[in-house]
């Protein structure tokens, strides 16, 4: 079984590690794809950690990333904020790393913003919380950067941006506007950054709405890994349209 591309897109947790536990074979596959002069890029969608986090975990998983194949939700709100939304400020809900990164972007945070841009925030207070419901009330837009409902760890799934978004919602009823996968502008800054065109890229993923999606959605090959989230009873209720274009038990199978 071989899949012949320019780029290979991994998602993490789930797909190339659990947690703390490396899969020994994802470094091996994407150590092989180096040799061959392929593309990789890791892409998460939690936000809860900065590309320089994520640089740091690889390196001491073995995968031995280069600064430029990390990419994160928070990174794709960032340019999104730079370039649509120059100089309005922003409300975060995210963690100390993530507001580091915003602040590092030059974009101005804020009790009193302009936007309320929330995210997998593990040091969530019932204070923020608060801050962000009423300043979306007041009229501040209102963004997130990833959909993700449970974020899976050893011990079973937490509560992730998803989820901390339908609360915000069920408040005020207000939507956000998603970022990270599935979504386009998580597409066009792959695709803008690596310089590489939808057909000759592929993306490996655990999750079906999020990581399948964005490939389904965008026109690269899916591929979908059952070492994370997503069970293989769940593929029976999928639309042609939706089903991944390759089922593996996990990236072993391509070795």
Known sequence: MKIDKKLYVFDMDGTIYLGENVFPFAVEYIKRLRGEGRRVLFFTNNASKSPEFYLKRL???????????????GDVTIRFLKEKRVGKSVYLLGTKLLQSSFEEAGITLSDDADIVVSSFDTELT????????????????YLCTHPDFNCPTEDGFIPDSGAIAAAIT???GVKPRFFGKP????????????????????IFGDRL??????????????????????????????????YPDMVLDSIEDLL
């Open 59 to 73: 390196t001491r998983m073995g995968f031995e990333p280069r600064d430029d194949e990390i990419m994160t939700s």
């Open 126 to 141: 019932y204070k923020k919380l608060e801050r962000a419901c009423t300043l979306i009330r007041g009229g501040a837009e």
């Open 170 to 172: 069920a408040s005020t």
């Open 183 to 202: 979504y386009a502008d998580t597409a066009e800054m792959i695709f803008s950054y690596t310089g590489v065109q939808a057909k000759d890229a592929c």
């Open 209 to 242: 709405y999020t990581d399948i999606a964005l490939g389904k959605n965008s026109g690269m090959t899916a591929v979908l890994v059952l070492s994370g989230e997503t069970k293989k009873s769940e593929l029976a209720s999928l639309t042609k349209e939706q």
